[in-house]
């Protein structure tokens, strides 16, 4: 096992240094609003820094150039030990504060989950928020991806971190020449957007605290926020429909916003199959329940249910995981189906998670072709998505993913059952945490949080994040013999 693991200690150990940076942040807020957690978060950079140099140190006489097996180990050790290391301001602020739901907390901030066991939210020093939300906002797009950017100057290669990181079934290719330069490109799109939509949420009411942790959420499809009523603490149409834009925007693939930019032309979105299935999905959905709900006379009238429903339906479908309403208590059809779009609707390359909508379109071309072969068995039919043919390979590969992604699910929701905790709330929270959507239902809906649970499911539900975040199939290779073997 240790010749699997020496190569990538000082890779490691580097980007946990590089992500000590990220406390700045936080330490910046504190003494602009004089919140006095400053020195904290500085104990808290300097362990994070010091514990990169160790491991850096430790690895370097091993170092060589990564293989591919090696980036799926350290993605995957990455993302616990920076949710580990990012424990520490929390508990050295949050009086009571175990590491266990520290844990729960900065993973699901760093896998963009948004489920949180933190009450009083608006009562936390300013500082403390503003790090929950920038885990968001780093996790969106990856740290490893804004990493590998970098990782040329320490002599290491990145497209192995990228293939394992960056979510999709279309990993392998690039929008510029080198891994670097598209990992730059791709992060400077998030920065643009997500200066835009923090003005716009400005503007539209929020104070700057408020606007810059929602923005970063938003961007992220993260879903924390700085109010235990999350979204329904403003009251606010306008803010609802900002984030909406904005929510809309991040689930979306960022090399197809790099490519509108680039070439200044909107038609880009057009030609994107995933795009245009996410749109309709999303907005034929929202009609379609905003009418159930009318049906039901939820709200008094038609523009109310569909104002609710539209946020709401969006922040679940897109992974984000903001409330403004609780859901709950909707008639059930609806809040259900919001679930099940959480786990089909986002597209690759976006900062959600999930299926995503290209395995979704092309799962549903497969069985088109399928029924047809019923009726022609000697039928050639290449699966096409848009103008493109998928390979069986790539096919094939989405048949995996979608038999572990649903084997996961299940394995982990029984565990929760049989914990103790009831059907709706179990299944829900897993299907919440695996496709980084946050609020379930039950026990751990939009009005509650995962406060309730004990420390088992907590760590049953941190599992499940993580899995999630990296896609399922990043965890389980590392289970594999093969992975193992020289």
């Known amino acids: 096992m240790l010749f699997r693991l020496l190569p990538v200690l000082h890779v490691l150990g580097a980007l946990l240094m590089f992500f000590s940076i990220s406390y700045l ?13 400053w020195m904290e978060f500085v104990d808290a950079m300097v362990a994070a820094f010091g514990l990169g140099a160790l491991l850096f140190v430790a690895g370097w006489r091993n170092r060589r150039e990564l293989k591919p097996r090696d980036g799926f180990l350290l993605v995957t050790l990455a993302w616990i030990l920076m949710s580990a290391i990012a424990t520490m301001p929390l508990m050295l602020v949050i009086d009571g504060l175990s590491f266990t739901d520290a844990f729960f907390e900065t993973m699901s901030g760093l896998s963009t989950t948004g489920a949180t066991v933190l009450t009083g939210l608006e009562h936390l020093p300013p500082a403390v928020n503003i790090w929950r939300h920038e885990l968001n906002w780093l996790g969106g797009m990856g740290i490893i ?105 991040a689930a979306l693939n960022f090399a197809t916003h790099f490519l509108v930019w680039r070439e200044r032309s909107l038609k880009v979105y057009l030609h994107d199959p995933e795009a245009k299935g996410v749109v309709v999905t999303i907005v034929s959905s929202t009609l379609i329940c905003a009418a159930y709900l009318d049906y039901h006379e939820v709200y008094p009238d ?29 008639p059930i059809f609806v809040p259900l189906w919001m679930l099940f779009l959480s786990c089909v609707t986002v597209s690759s390359g ?36 848009g103008d ?36 709706t709330s179990s299944i829900s929270a897993i299907v919440a945490c695996i496709n980084n959507a946050g609020p379930g239902l039950n026990v751990v809906g939009p009005a509650q949080n995962y406060q309730a649970l004990n420390d088992f499911q907590v760590w049953i539900c941190s599992l499940a994040m993580l899995v999630g975040r990296l896609e399922v199939m990043t965890i389980f290779v590392l289970l594999t013999p093969t992975f193992w073997r020289k």
């Open 25 to 37: 942040m936080p330490i910046a807020a504190s003494l602009i609003y004089a919140d006095g957690t």
């Open 145 to 249: 991806v804004l990493a590998v950017a970098i990782l040329p100057l320490l002599g290491v290669g990145g497209m192995q971190l990228y293939k394992a990181e960056v979510t999709g079934i279309n990993k392998d290719s690039k929008l510029t020449a080198r891994i670097g330069d598209t990992a730059k490109a791709l992060w400077l799109v998030y920065f643009v957007i997500t200066i835009a939509c923090i003005l716009s949420l400005k503007a539209v009411g929020m104070n700057w605290l408020d606007a810059i942790c929602h923005a970063f959420a938003a961007m992220g499809l993260g879903g924390f926020s700085t109010y235990d009523d999350s979204i329904g603490h403003f009251d606010s149409p306008a803010i609802e429909a900002v984030l909406i834009f904005f929510m809309m925007v």
């Open 302 to 330: 038609f523009l109310t249910n569909l104002r609710h429903v539209a946020f709401n339906l969006v922040s679940i479908a897109t992974d984000c995981g903001f409330a403004s309403q609780d859901y709950d208590k909707w």
């Open 350 to 385: 976006s900062t959600g998670g999930g299926i995503k909508m290209i395995r979704t379109l092309i799962l549903a071309q497969q069985a088109l072709i399928e029924l047809k072969r019923l009726v022609h068995p000697q039928i050639v039919a290449p699966l096409r998505v």
């Open 388 to 423: 493109t043919v998928v390979p069986q390979q790539i096919a094939s590969a989405v048949l995996g993913f979608i038999f572990l992604y649903i084997l996961t699910m299940g394995e982990l929701t029984f565990l929760l059952v049989a914990s103790g905790l009831d059907f």
